[in-house]
């Protein structure tokens, strides 16, 4: 099955407005995690919300997981034309082991 | 921060070639990871590495891939007898603690078999 899917494949805002990405998941999860990839580059680590947590805050990022949805969303807060990113969400449980498994990403623009 | 480190940047290689892509982890992390991503698609799990040893492995990871921790401190990734179909960026990944942590990937390798 497939796990991490994030919608909306593609998000377009105006500098200073929020960006809210959702991540669904069909098994149950020890973690989930979020990244960001800067196009052609490599992943960078944003935020680990762990199975019994409901939110975590980072910075500018929110993220909430609702395990009974098994959703999480990612809301970054006053974007600035340097979000503009791909973001991922990657998830780990007890039957995959010991690795990450992706979801296909949300492509953010943030137009100044 | 520490950085995990991918030579080369970019490979190009004529099919049925062998590639080595190489990668240099963070220093105390003990778990070491393969990813891929074809072009525009989603980030896909190839091998895990732990304690000198595969961990475990996609079912992309077949026959054609080797991993090998020469020394102290390289991974590398093997792909021998390239196709087309394995033209994508690879990334390699480390974490202090496995899966259950944060992991920090390298800038990763884009390799393109033609």
């Known amino acids: 099955s497939q796990q991490g899917e994030e919608d909306p494949q593609a998000l377009s805002i105006q500098e200073g407005e929020n960006a809210t990405m959702n991540c669904s998941y069909k098994t149950s999860i020890n973690n989930l995690q979020w990244y960001r990839q800067n196009s052609g580059r490599g992943l960078v680590h944003l935020i680990l919300i762990r199975s019994n947590e409901r939110e975590k805050h980072s910075g500018r990022l929110r993220v909430t997981l609702d395990t009974s949805k098994k959703s999480s969303s990612l809301l970054i807060?006053?974007?600035?034309?340097?979000?503009?990113a791909s973001y991922f969400c990657a998830t780990d449980n007890e039957a995959a082991g010991n690795k990450l498994t992706f979801g296909g990403g949300t492509r953010v623009l943030v137009k100044p | 921060?520490?950085?995990v480190t991918q030579t080369p940047s970019h490979q190009v290689?004529?099919?049925g070639q062998e590639v080595i892509l190489r990668c240099v982890?963070?220093?105390n992390h003990l778990y070491f990871y393969w990813y891929r991503q074809i072009l525009g698609q989603k980030v896909e799990f190839l091998v895990s590495f732990y304690n000198n040893e595969i961990s475990e492995k996609s079912e992309i990871f077949d026959d054609q891939f080797?991993?090998?921790?020469?020394?102290?401190?390289?991974?590398t990734l093997k792909i021998r007898s390239t196709k087309l179909e394995d033209s994508a960026m690879y990334f390699c990944a480390s974490s202090e603690l496995g899966a259950r942590a944060k992991a920090f990937f390298g800038q990763g390798t884009r390799l393109t078999v033609v």
């Open chain 1, 77 to 84: 807060t006053a974007s600035r034309a340097a979000d503009t």
């Open chain 2, 1 to 3: 921060e520490p950085e």
């Open chain 2, 13 to 15: 290689t004529q099919m």
């Open chain 2, 25 to 27: 982890p963070i220093s």
């Open chain 2, 66 to 75: 080797s991993v090998e921790r020469p020394d102290g401190s390289n991974f």
